[in-house]
């Protein structure tokens, strides 16, 4: 990627996000045209969700301290937490993982076999105390977005779950056009604060390890990069500056399901204990947005674009026509603008609005016929087309969510 695609330079230039010392560092906020991306991603990934069986919940931002103790979070993490605040006797937190949460969500009702696997998921957010010198752009953020995922299942299915959801995140990378840098297995390291669990480690790991292999995927396995509760796959992405982030994960987990005493009931009528798979498919939002921005230069796959049509009338006789075909897109579910000639010549408006997937060009002669001719964002002019053949078109592959823009 080119250097001139750093995120944080094109955030300001788009207008998609910004930030203010007032508000304080790390702490950016949306732009209305930032806000069009983050929610389209937002929607995707709860479909693709959805489809995939996980049941949606949401769960508060603020947690005892204890539910930290008892999770592991406070021993294990807690330079990384914000301090507790007081509320009369109580101290409670801002959540640094929405994973407690999940497990008290699971353990509020008796669970059977039948139900496992238990596939639950949040968009939430969490919060991280990081500090200054390491925050930039939406990549290092002290409020995130999480694009977070539970599963609760049996032993036996813990394999399968997690070839499901590394599928969930190749998919959702092959829809958002986002390239993969490599795939990291996650190991503990020497001098790390990890749960003391060796057999655990030894299984979980296992695990991993088959389900790369059996996915055909190729990996490092490095040491000190694993979560203080367990191993994990992480999917690793290059920013035009040649750094390296995690974006997505898949993990196994023996130790909360343990801490927070979790059980289902099983076919011989005993208690046991289910294993915790944990998932991102893209993560924290704000990290996959910055990642879109520069995988892209800012010109997104139409259907994340702020703008996806965008009306140019030649002259002030076509403008009526334009207005109405505006209204139309609208109507359409697509998100479309006006450019008139009041805003320069045809040339510059089209300079001007170059990252906008299609430009409907509306002459004399297309007013007339009811047509459009389409210029699109890569260069081809297509022939006029009737106005409302073209908004179906658009539309279809908008909904199938095309990287491509025509045929």
Not at 226 to 245: C, L, S
Not at 372 to 382: C, E, K
């Amino acid at each position: 990627m080119d250097a001139k695609h750093d995120h944080k330079k094109l955030g300001r230039e788009l207008g998609l996000f910004g930030t203010d010392p007032l508000i304080g560092a790390g702490l950016p906020y949306w732009l209305p045209d930032g806000a069009v991306v983050r929610h389209e991603l937002e929607e995707y990934v709860r479909g693709e969700e959805r489809r995939a069986g996980y049941r949606h919940v949401y769960s508060p931002v603020l947690g005892k301290r204890e539910l930290y103790e008892i999770s592991g979070h406070w021993s294990h993490y807690s330079e990384d937490m914000f301090p507790p605040m007081k509320l009369g006797e109580e101290e409670v937190v801002l959540r640094p993982s929405l994973c407690p949460h999940h497990a008290v969500i699971y353990r509020s009702r008796a669970r059977s076999y039948r139900e496992l696997p238990l596939r639950m998921a949040e968009l939430g957010p969490m919060y991280r105390s990081e500090l200054s010198g390491v925050l930039g752009g939406l990549t290092r953020v002290r409020a995130i977005q999480l694009n977070d995922g539970h599963i609760f299942c049996t032993l036996d299915q813990v394999a399968e779950e997690a070839r499901g959801a590394l599928r969930l995140i190749r998919e959702a990378y092959r829809v958002l056009g986002i390239e993969a840098a490599r795939y990291r297995l996650s190991l503990p390291g020497p001098g790390g604060k990890y749960v003391a669990a060796p057999e655990l480690w030894e299984r979980s790991v296992a695990l991993l390890v088959e389900v790369l292999e059996s996915e055909g995927i190729e990996y490092q396995a490095e040491e000190g990069e694993a979560a203080f509760y367990g191993p994990k796959i992480d999917v690793q992405v290059v920013d035009p500056q040649g750094r390296e982030f995690t974006l997505s994960t898949v993990q196994v987990d023996f130790h909360q399901p343990e801490r927070f005493d979790l059980h289902y009931i099983g076919a011989d009528g005993a208690k046991h204990r289910p294993v915790m798979v944990h998932r991102a498919v893209i993560g924290s939002v704000e990290r996959a947005v910055a990642q879109l921005v520069e995988q892209h230069g800012g010109a997104f796959p139409a259907w994340l674009a702020p703008v996806q049509v965008v009306l140019l009338p030649v002259g002030e006789a076509e403008v009526a026509q334009a207005a109405e075909l505006v209204e139309r897109c609208l109507a359409a579910g697509l998100r479309a603008e006006l450019a008139g000639p009041e805003l320069g010549s045809l040339g510059a408006r089209i300079r001007e609005h170059r990252l906008v997937p299609y430009q409907a060009v509306i002459g004399s002669r297309e007013a007339a016929q009811g047509l459009v001719a389409l210029r699109l964002r890569d260069g081809r002019r297509l022939d006029p087309l009737p106005a409302g053949e073209a908004l179906a078109r658009i539309s279809a592959r908008v909904a199938e969510r095309r990287t491509d823009l025509w045929d």
